[in-house]
């Protein structure tokens, strides 16, 4: 009887976000032997918009399975919870289509939040893993950890051409690279960059 709410009207729509969710990561699980990404054909298929209101909420860090898994979890979590918090003032469930773009708002601006704080947990003292072989030679980095100089290596941010953010090692060839300056990747050794300071009045600042 208890289970029965969670499918009853005010709750089945987050009811199936949450089994969404686990067919999802199913799916996604299964679908390295078949060589079928569901992730992949999300990202295909996923509305410019969304792409859009992601990347300007700093949540593109993050694969969009991920991203879904995240965003159908806090639609299932929050939905329930706004359905538990009008019964407690009102002694009644509230109609989904009253309480939907509210739940929908709060999820994608929890999961904007949480993709960002856990990619600044993940990757603040160690380099962003690299899929797919991102080009970021001859792209602008800021030294965002520390100085640089020779034998001594700084931790700076770059984004590559897809618009991902990477933390890698640079180290200049000679002389210092201060905190917050602005250089340029120009070669790798392993894990390392060799990087050189570019003038305040270069152009490629301003591009």
């Not at 602008?140 to 001594?152: E, K, L, N, V």
Request: aromatic share 12%; proline share 5%.
């Amino acid at each position: 009887m208890t289970g029965s709410i969670f499918f009853s009207a005010p709750f089945l729509l987050f009811t199936l976000a949450l089994i969404s969710m686990l067919l999802l990561a199913l799916s996604e699980t299964l679908g390295t032997s078949l060589k079928f990404s569901p992730s992949a054909w999300i990202e295909a298929h996923l509305p410019r918009v969304v792409v859009y209101i992601l990347k300007r909420l700093h949540a593109n860090q993050f694969p969009i399975f991920i991203l879904s898994i995240l965003f159908l979890l806090s639609t299932g979590v929050f939905g329930y919870l706004f359905q538990f918090i009008c019964y407690a003032m009102t002694d009644a469930f509230a109609s989904v289509w009253l309480i939907i773009l509210p739940v929908l708002l709060v999820s994608l601006l929890f999961t904007a939040f949480l993709s960002h704080w856990l990619s600044q947990l993940m990757y603040s003292d160690r380099t962003m893993p690299v899929i797919g072989q991102p080009e970021l030679l001859g792209r602008i980095a800021t030294i965002c950890r520390g100085d640089a100089r020779p034998g001594f290596s700084a931790q700076a941010r770059v984004r590559d051409q897809h618009g991902h953010l990477h933390y890698v090692e640079v180290e200049p060839e000679f002389g210092e690279l201060e905190l917050h300056s602005e250089v340029i990747l120009v070669s790798k050794h392993k894990h390392l960059y060799m990087a050189k300071t570019l003038p305040k009045d270069n152009h490629l600042l301003d591009q």
